[in-house]
């Protein structure tokens, strides 16, 4: 691959005619006779290749002198090819310490056509180089913005062990499964997993099961060919085959139905899938999974299959809700003022630990998800942020979440049409149920009896998600 080199040969016919000979193999050459010229050469000309002279008469300094110049006062990784018929063995050695790419020796067994085989091999194996730093860059500028988007802020012992055994399945590029209330940040601990693992920097996907109808859940994962169902008008590659050598993120997964669960085992115990209308096919996705449900759902045949569940039970993770995780509180609340204290710009006169207590005392249902939406409802409707303007919002939201019967039914008989009163119960009543039962689709469906197709259909009416507190 053409590059640019840069002879230093005291010899000026040699150093003409090696000029020449990779002038025509489409490299783009300058030679100098002396060290001084070389160096101010060099620093304007940024060469990938040198080839060196070690004996180099009427130079201040002689070729080991330069080379040791270049490896320790130049921030470059040129390639340094040496070329000397006069080099001794001590010398020879010397050159390979201080760390040339090739030595090469002078006289009758110099052949030019292996000078510019060396040439593009010192050339291809710098660009190589460069480019994997280049990759280790963007690799650790992906890695510091995951983890500002994404941080796994905790000190407690529980959250102390959770870090520790992400950190152990991640290396060792096994599933996992990730166990928590709504808002305790399961994608944070999928997120510090990916950050954590080998395929980090591979495609990686989230999909959020409960999005799925049960007629699309098939094709969505799997894929489909054309004409293996009506509106199948193309061939469609699922998620599993995009993330082939990467990571699968699915979330809710109780929320597949059983038939679906049952492939996406043979997907993790044989590494293929079945695509809809299709073949066989070899995937290597590593699968992680989280959930609302409790270990206790997830022993219920009907919410999860068995042999499943069999299968990633020693990889489950649980995050411990936020009113279990102690001094945690504080320094949450803490990242959340600090993080959107410049978009708001409040002045700050607060200390969490004098008021730990009284945040302790309230349960946070909705975990580290309203804890944030706390912080950030106080950052925009106040001046300053002080214990007294904590407890004191605080406090007006406990009483709100402990607001009598009388008081919520009023809010819908104060509604003049009956519809928009039957309509903005249902939204509360089914949004109720569905964080009872932890989002789980199917189930909740049953427990207040109605089919899970006409569940999904009034979740979309109503535009619910769990991601609303």
């Known amino acids: ?29 300058k030679t100098t006779n002396n060290s001084d010229d070389f160096l101010k050469v060099f620093d304007a000309f ?63 067994g110099f052949n030019l ?4 085989l060396h040439v593009d091999n010192a050339i291809q194996m710098k660009q190589q180089e460069e480019a994997n730093l280049n990759l280790q860059i963007e690799n650790l500028n992906i890695k510091k913005h995951l983890i500002h988007a994404f941080p796994f802020i905790g000190d407690s012992q529980a959250i102390r062990e959770v870090r520790s055994q992400i950190v152990r399945l991640a290396k060792a590029d096994e599933d996992m499964f990730v166990l928590g209330e709504t808002g305790t940040g399961k994608e944070v601990a999928v997120n510090f997993y990916y950050l954590n693992s080998k395929r980090f920097a591979k495609t990686f996907h989230t999909v959020n099961c409960s999005a799925l109808t049960e007629t699309l859940i098939e094709s969505e994962l799997f894929g489909h060919i054309k004409g293996s169902f009506t509106g199948a008008d193309k061939n469609k590659m699922g998620f599993f085959e995009r993330c082939d050598n990467g990571i699968l993120f699915l979330d809710e997964i109780t929320n597949l139905s059983i038939a679906a669960q049952s492939k996406i085992l043979r997907a993790i115990e044989n590494k293929e899938i079945q695509v809809v209308g299709g073949e066989l096919k070899k995937v290597d996705a590593r699968l992680l999974f989280a959930s609302n449900a409790t270990r206790d759902k997830l022993s219920q045949p009907d919410i999860f299959r068995q042999d499943l569940f069999y299968r990633i039970e020693g990889n489950i993770v649980e995050l411990a809700p936020l009113r279990e995780r ?46 944030k939406n706390f912080c950030k409802f106080i950052l925009i409707n106040e001046k300053e942020i002080s214990n007294q303007v904590i407890v004191k919002n605080l406090e007006l939201k406990m009483q709100k979440n402990n607001g009598s019967t009388e008081s919520v039914l009023h809010q819908y008989l104060r509604m003049d049409k009956l519809k928009d009163g039957i309509s903005s119960f249902e939204k ?4 109720y149920h569905l964080n009872k039962h932890n989002w789980q689709i199917s189930y909740t469906a049953r427990q207040i009896g109605i089919e899970r197709t006409t569940l999904y259909k009034k979740i979309k009416s109503y535009n619910l998600s769990s991601e609303q507190t």
């Open 1 to 29: 691959m053409p590059g640019k080199v840069l002879v230093l040969e005291d010899d000026a016919i040699l150093a003409r005619t090696m000029a020449s000979v990779l002038t025509n193999s489409k490299f783009d050459v």
């Open 46 to 108: 940024h060469p990938d290749v040198v080839l060196l002279d070690v004996i180099l008469k009427g130079s201040r300094l002689n070729g080991i002198d330069v080379l040791n110049m270049l490896k320790k006062e130049r921030e470059t990784n040129v390639k340094v090819i040496v070329i000397s018929g006069e080099a001794n063995r001590a010398q020879i050695e010397e050159i390979r310490r201080i760390g040339a790419y090739h030595c090469i020796e002078k006289g009758l």
């Open 113 to 116: 056509n292996q000078l510019i």
């Open 326 to 371: 102690g001094d945690d509180i504080i320094l949450l609340m803490s990242y959340f003022f600090s993080s959107y204290s410049q978009q708001y710009q409040n002045a700050a006169y607060y200390d969490l630990t004098n008021i730990k207590d009284m945040l302790l005392s309230y349960s946070w249902p909705g975990n580290i998800r309203e804890l």
């Open 428 to 431: 509360d009543y089914l949004h």
